[in-house]
């Protein structure tokens, strides 16, 4: 089993900054995936970022230049770093990690940007 808790989430004006993390608990040997996905209100949740556990790195084309996913295994956290937030960045802000192939979801965090 494993278990993903976010944090970080908030309002911030256009232009800040937010960094998100998913703080796992359990076990973590055969994680394959780590990613964040995000959904705003009246739409289909979105995949934004994803790391292999090879460590590469794949971003939606909105959030390319803006956002990195990162990780610390000593931690067994992952990190979303948002830079230069744009109103359309606002959702609710998901970690997701396959293990086994099984998907495991946090509950959520808000993020809001305003204009």
């Known amino acids: 089993q494993v278990q993903l808790v976010e944090s970080g989430g908030g309002l911030v004006q256009a232009g800040g900054s937010l960094r998100l993390s998913c703080a796992t608990s359990?076990?973590?040997?055969?994680?394959?995936?780590m990613s964040w996905c995000r959904q705003a209100p009246g739409k289909q949740r979105e995949l934004v970022a994803t790391?292999?556990?090879?460590?590469?790195?794949n971003y939606v084309d909105s959030v390319k230049g803006r956002f990195t996913i990162s990780r610390d295994n000593a931690k067994k956290t992952v990190y979303l770093q948002m830079n230069s937030l744009i109103p359309e960045d606002t959702a609710v802000y998901f970690c997701n990690v396959v293990r086994f192939n099984r998907e495991y979801w946090g509950q959520g965090t808000q993020v809001t940007v305003s204009s």
């Open positions: 359990g076990s973590i040997v055969g994680i394959n995936t």
């Open positions: 790391m292999t556990s090879g460590g590469s790195t």
